[in-house]
């Protein structure tokens, strides 16, 4: 008895498992194919063996006549532009005859059914179920709607990027093009300049002014390239801020001086207004944020026509412990901006006036790196500009207030670079002869090595405490400053690691002074160079201000 038990479990687990697996497979087949079918070819008979598309129909098998069926389909579900291909297609005859010379009949059609959002896509697949017999036809019907609806949104996307690269690409094809025209115009003024002063050298007031021209076009070509390094950075979201105490009146009345001599020059009239209650000094990064109304000013200026107006306002907004909101707005009676144009304001390398004609010239770089710079400082930027009228910018910005210590005298101490003897090193003589007159100008004995090899040699070669500071480019034939830097550091002298070494390079980016800091330099200071900061740094290195991060 207990084995016939037993035998009676196992038949029934046996039933049980069969079921479960017709519902596995049911299930899983629910999810790619709507039907499974069969045509008797000699009635033209339709048998539905199992619906699954619908699983909730109490019939899932039913049978029909082929040909009537079909045309019912067609007339009823399938779009208006399929029906006579699908009519001719879906012929038996022409079934049978694709299956006996393929082995298989597939077709694809449409249908819009009414309970459905969007078109459903579908793919009838037939074969024979004995190649012997050749009397019954396979069937079974695919929906394929989330994989076309998947590609299409994908093959949407990937057009969508291509359209965003190529309008990327062109615009900085632009860029290239519009910089090239830009550098050129101070290049030129510098070129031109330096013959005229070399045609007239015994008139020392003219070639004083050929070098106040020649200086303005440095600045102005330097600018350029600033702004070239700041979008890079921009893109590489590595612009960093400092945090200073700035004396706000003298800051704000600076940035001003400069727009108030362009725009008199111009005959336009500029007017500062600052409101009283501003506090005198907070933290923030005192160059950048100038950086941000300086081109807001340029822009201001370039833009308004003579005998217009800039007006720059600054207003106290909001105020709490510590800390106030100011709003810097920058007003001009210029040409305003086209509403067309408004949306690609604060994008970089894109102008309103970027044609050959264009009497305003720019890079078309400025408001991209103040909407940046802005952004990083926590603040708001915003525009509001009538065509033919004017433009306002403004700048929200909450600021720390500062604790002003008493000033302290920043003046060189011309007698600390006295007799002081330095290792200059840089393979561009024309650079190596500059800095050395700068720094003999100053008292200091120059010792030159025109590679980083060379510069190792020499240091090597001297007593410990030969030299009171080294001065080092970075890239440099048969040994660069870095890989030199190195093996200064590591050489084993009595003074290898106290010497202040310091990078004098072209190479500008955050990267590039990383590497400086990492292989043992004490400071990096860029080409081209602002005599008065560059000395700044020397004297803090020979006070031994800065130390080696290394």
């Known amino acids: 008895m207990d084995m016939e038990n037993r035998n009676d479990k196992k038949v029934k687990s046996g039933e049980l498992n069969i079921d479960k697996e017709h519902s596995i497979i049911e299930s899983a087949l629910q999810d790619v194919i709507d039907f499974v079918g069969y045509i008797d070819i000699d009635t033209h008979m339709l048998h539905i063996v199992r619906w699954l598309a619908e699983p909730q129909l109490d019939e899932k098998s039913f049978s029909m006549d082929y040909d009537q069926g079909v045309d019912k389909v067609i007339q009823k579900y399938l779009v208006e532009e399929d029906r006579i291909v699908c009519g001719k297609m879906f012929q038996l005859p022409n079934i049978i005859d694709t299956v006996d010379k393929f082995g298989e009949f597939t077709g694809v059609y449409r249908v819009d059914l009414p309970n459905m959002p969007h078109l459903q896509y579908k793919k009838i697949s037939m074969h024979y179920l004995d190649l012997d017999e050749r009397d019954v036809l396979v ?55 330096t013959e005229l002063g070399k045609g007239r050298t015994q008139e020392k ?136 144009f408004k949306s690609k304001v604060f994008e970089a390398f894109e102008q309103e006036y970027d044609d050959s004609t264009s009497i305003y010239g720019g890079a078309g770089l400025g408001l991209a790196i103040c909407n940046h710079i802005v952004k990083k400082m926590g603040g708001e930027i915003e525009f509001e500009s009538t065509k033919g009228q004017g433009s306002t910018f403004r700048v929200e910005v909450d600021l720390d207030i500062a604790v002003v210590a008493q000033p302290k005298e920043d003046d060189l101490q011309q007698e600390l670079f006295i007799d002081k003897r330095v290792l200059l090193a840089d393979d561009n003589a024309i ?120």
């Open 139 to 193: 069937v079974t019907q695919h929906d394929f709607t989330n994989i076309v609806r998947e590609e299409s949104q994908m093959q949407e996307a990937l057009r969508g990027a291509l359209h965003h690269a190529e309008e990327a690409s062109q615009a900085k094809s632009k860029f290239l093009f519009h910089m090239s025209h830009e550098l050129r115009t101070p290049l030129n003024s510098i070129v031109g300049m």
């Open 205 to 340: 007031d003219y070639v004083e002014y050929c070098f106040d021209k020649i200086d303005v076009s440095s600045r102005m070509m330097l600018d350029m390239i600033d702004d070239v390094l700041d979008i890079a950075h921009i893109e590489n979201d590595d612009i960093k801020l400092a945090e200073n105490v700035v004396l706000f009146r003298p800051f704000i009345e600076g940035v001003a001086e400069k727009a108030r001599a362009n725009a008199y020059a111009k005959k336009i009239n500029f007017q500062l207004n600052v409101d009283e209650g501003i506090a005198k000094s907070f933290n923030f990064d005192a160059e950048r944020f100038s950086q941000v109304l300086r081109n807001l000013l340029s822009n201001a200026v370039k833009y308004t026509q003579r005998f217009g107006s800039v007006e720059l306002n600054v207003k106290l907004i909001g105020e709490e412990i510590g800390r106030q909101s100011l709003e810097f707005e920058v007003k001009d009676t210029g040409v305003g901006i086209d509403d067309h």
């Open 431 to 550: 650079n190596l002869e500059i800095d050395k007159q700068l720094l003999t100008k100053k008292g200091m004995v120059v010792d030159v090595a025109e590679n980083g090899r060379d510069a190792l040699s020499q240091y090597m070669s001297n007593a410990p405490g030969t030299y009171d500071l080294i001065l080092m480019d970075v890239r440099m034939p048969y040994m660069d400053g870095l890989t030199a830097t190195s093996k200064i550091r590591a050489s084993g002298k009595s003074d290898c690691k106290t010497i202040p070494i310091l990078a004098l390079t072209a190479n500008a980016f955050e990267e590039d002074i990383r590497k400086s800091f990492e292989c043992g330099m004490n400071a990096h200071i860029t080409k081209p160079v602002d005599v008065k900061a560059m000395f700044s740094i020397i004297q803090q290195a020979l006070q031994g201000k800065l130390t080696v991060n290394k």
